[in-house]
């Protein structure tokens, strides 16, 4: 199964993504993370990006979608694959189509998250990060055992610049006007589209989307 995780900024991706990839076995694809190893390991287009994100600019999505590309040839057939909050815009959406008509493969599923602007505030705001393994925690809903340290390595978490209450709306109102249109766009194509209620805690939220998606517990 291919499936692509959707959504507004705060609502969950990356902890649904997590909780599933483990649930499942399947691979989840971040294209931060695919952005950071190919940096961190010099390759080609690894260099490529950074040139561009030195600049300050955008990674152009034709670096964005031959990343992916290339961590899908890593995988063996029949893999399972989770795209977490990618594609973001149509015209990634778009190339990324053709890209896997070239490979033979499609989107089969897609998974909308949804929940209230109060509630994506005030998880975004509570976002908190670790710089070194990336794990991500939540100081109203998934907090670190020990207040301000990561789990996994102990490393002081921080909280990014754009997860501070004064930027949320902003990046709802992007997230409306670039990525919500690709709801529609996928209720177009041949993928399947479920719509799952997130407003509650993750694990929750996990057994929603395992229900839409016929996955056992």
Not at 11 to 16: A, C, L, S
Not at 87 to 92: L, M, S, V
Not at 181 to 190: F, H
Request: proline letters at 6%.
């Amino acid at each position: 199964m291919y499936l692509i995780l959707l959504g507004p900024p705060g609502v969950g991706k990356g902890t649904q993504g997590v909780l599933l990839a483990d649930a499942t076995g399947w691979e989840r694809v971040v294209t931060g993370d695919l952005l950071r190893t190919a940096k961190d390991a010099g390759t080609p287009l690894g260099t490529q990006a950074q040139q561009y994100m030195t600049a300050g600019n955008l990674v152009p999505d034709h670096l964005i979608i031959k990343m992916v590309e290339e961590k899908l040839s890593t995988l063996s057939a029949g893999t399972g694959v989770i795209f977490d909050g990618f594609p973001r815009t149509e015209a990634q959406a778009s190339a990324f189509a053709m890209m896997l008509e070239a490979l033979g493969r499609t989107i089969d599923t897609v998974v909308v998250l949804e929940a209230d602007d109060e509630v994506l505030s005030e998880r975004i705001s509570g976002r908190r990060s670790c710089p070194s393994c990336g794990a991500v925690y939540n100081t109203v809903l998934a907090p670190p055992k020990k207040d301000g340290l990561c789990d996994v390595d102990g490393t002081p978490l921080f909280h990014r610049a754009d997860d501070h209450a004064d930027t949320v709306q902003n990046r709802l109102n992007v997230y409306r006007r670039e990525t919500e249109p690709l709801i529609e766009y996928y209720d177009g194509s041949k993928a399947v589209v479920h719509r799952v209620p997130s407003q509650e805690g993750p694990d929750e939220v996990q057994s929603k989307v395992r229900e839409a998606l016929g996955v056992g517990e």
